[in-house]
């Protein structure tokens, strides 16, 4: 199927949640989490506000990854639990996160051929993701895929300034790129905001902070939703 574009495409295309699983393993941390707090005052629903607004001061503090995650979880059981915090049940908090890092890379389906396809259509692919460098760098490697991707760019933040950066570092053209990703704060709003197309991928388990309504796309740009990610070989 020949492209609808006139010339090759630059695509910006997510990591985590996007080319393979993340959230998943999170969500069975804090489940766990949570059993093990076993609040006897609070639903499970009022202990996950608490720790998702937790969360949200962490990032502030310390951004993204595994540290921050486990941080949050501890923070967490200090505000909530009746019980001081020991060292034992410090290290106890902290495996329910750092146990994620032993998990294998399980990428989504269909991805590794849908970037050889993407490829050897010559568009241009560029790895955009947000949070540790060394966590996201090791995850990168660990999925086997980097060979795709002309270049990988590693973000504190996926803002519209951090878009706008990345253009400017490739010297690439705003009306030719696009972001790929299930994130519609980070991937596709923020996008639209850089002024550059975006791609919505929805995936059942994203996060709840990335969780927002996507904007119309602004006069100019073009935002495309797919089911999966192999669905991109139907329009690039």
């Excluded at 923070?75 to 915090?85: D, G, K, V, W, Y």
């Excluded at 947000?130 to 803002?159: C, D, M, N, P, W």
Aim: net charge negative; no cysteine.
């Amino acid at each position: 199927m020949p492209s609808p574009f006139p010339t090759p495409q630059v695509l910006m295309i997510d990591a985590d949640d996007t080319l393979w699983e993340n959230n998943v393993y999170f969500e069975q941390s804090i489940v766990e989490f949570l059993s093990f707090l076993n609040h006897k005052e609070m639903t499970r629903e009022q202990m996950r506000e608490v720790l998702n607004e937790v969360e949200r001061e962490t990032i502030l503090e310390r951004g993204y990854g595994l540290h921050s995650f486990a941080h949050s979880l501890v923070t967490t059981f200090e505000r909530l639990s009746a019980e001081p915090l020991t060292p034992e049940l410090h290290q106890t908090i902290w495996n329910f996160a750092h146990r994620i890092s032993e998990y294998p890379i399980e990428l989504i389906d269909g991805v590794p051929e849908t970037l050889a396809y993407l490829q050897e259509r010559r568009h241009h692919l560029i790895l955009v993701t947000k949070g540790s460098f060394t966590e996201q760098s090791g995850k990168i490697a660990r999925s086997g895929l980097k060979e795709y991707f002309a270049a990988v760019e590693i973000v504190a933040e996926k803002h519209a300034g951090a878009y706008r950066d990345v253009l400017a570092k490739h010297e690439l053209r705003a009306g030719d790129t696009w972001m790929v990703g299930n994130s519609p704060r980070s991937d596709i709003n923020s996008a639209l905001a850089a002024g550059i197309n975006a791609v919505f991928v929805p995936h059942d388990m994203t996060w709840v902070l990335e969780h927002e309504t996507v904007g119309p796309a602004p006069d100019g740009l073009k935002l495309l939703q797919v089911e999966t990610f192999g669905d991109l070989r139907r329009h690039f």
